[in-house]
């Protein structure tokens, strides 16, 4: 089975601190995302990878970066945390190479963060 | 761009009875199709996808879907539901430029004893 963990399961922060989101797979994945998800919003894209040090805006991009430097390992940083990302944030990974349309998307446990 | 509606935010209903969770979705081209689950303090599962074929598409727990292109909806049934299937679901659409899912905004299923 496909395995996708998250760093943290809750983390709390403060405002002005630089977190990083951990995000692992154990399947030989081409293909890594993240998401934030809040209610009534749904899942909204922040990141993708395609590839190893490639990476790729998604929706709501602002106040976040990634990196990926090895093809299981995909972190999400926000540089100087603020409230209005207080959010369950979602990784995810699919296998087929350039993310390939019909391709399944096998998703991590959430961390929620909390900004104080 | 794409965009997906799903129609209902919550959703109660009785165990036994049968349930329809609606979605919608836009576009004027072909598409890939899905719906995921996420249960109470997990992440997100595959129930089902649409890629070609059959519009009536089968999943995993009694789930079923049925492309309808002309109404450009995705609808996902099922005909007996059980507490078990008290969770969030997501209808998500992707066009066949490999760009990314575009979810919808999530259906909150609470099947009451």
């Known amino acids: 089975d496909v395995k996708v963990t998250q760093s943290s399961r809750y983390l709390v922060k403060r405002t002005g601190e630089k977190v990083f989101l951990e995000c692992v797979q154990d399947?030989?994945?081409?293909?890594m995302f993240w998401y934030r998800q809040d209610p009534g919003l749904g899942l909204r894209l922040i990141y993708f990878?395609?590839?190893?040090?490639?990476?790729e805006k998604g929706d709501i991009p602002e106040g976040y970066s990634v990196s990926r430097e090895k093809k299981e390992r995909f972190s999400l940083i926000l540089e100087s945390a603020s409230t209005n990302q207080t959010s369950m944030y979602l990784c995810?990974?699919?296998?087929?190479?350039?993310?390939?349309?019909?391709?399944?998307?096998?998703f991590g446990p959430g961390t929620r963060l909390t900004v104080l | 761009a794409q965009s997906v509606t799903q129609l209902d935010s919550q959703v109660p209903v009785f165990e036994e009875a049968p349930v329809e969770l609606r979605c919608n979705y836009s576009?004027?081209?072909?598409?890939?199709l899905f719906w995921y689950v996420q249960y109470p303090n997990q992440g997100l599962q595959l129930l089902l996808k649409?890629?070609?074929?059959?519009?009536l598409v089968k999943g995993i727990n009694g789930f079923e879907a049925e492309f309808n292109k002309s109404q450009t909806s995705f609808h996902l049934r099922k005909p007996s539901v059980h507490i078990s299937d008290t969770a969030e679901y997501f209808c998500?659409?992707?066009?066949?430029?490999?760009?990314?899912?575009?979810f919808g905004k999530g259906t909150r299923l609470s099947v009451i004893a």
């Open positions: 649409y890629l070609s074929g059959s519009t």
């Open positions: 576009s004027s081209v072909s598409v890939y």
């Open positions: 990878s395609y590839d190893v040090k490639m990476k």
């Open positions: 399947m030989d994945h081409e293909n």
């Open positions: 998500a659409v992707s066009d066949l430029r490999n760009t990314p899912l575009v």
């Open positions: 995810a990974s699919s296998f087929y190479p350039q993310g390939q349309a019909q391709d399944t998307q096998y």
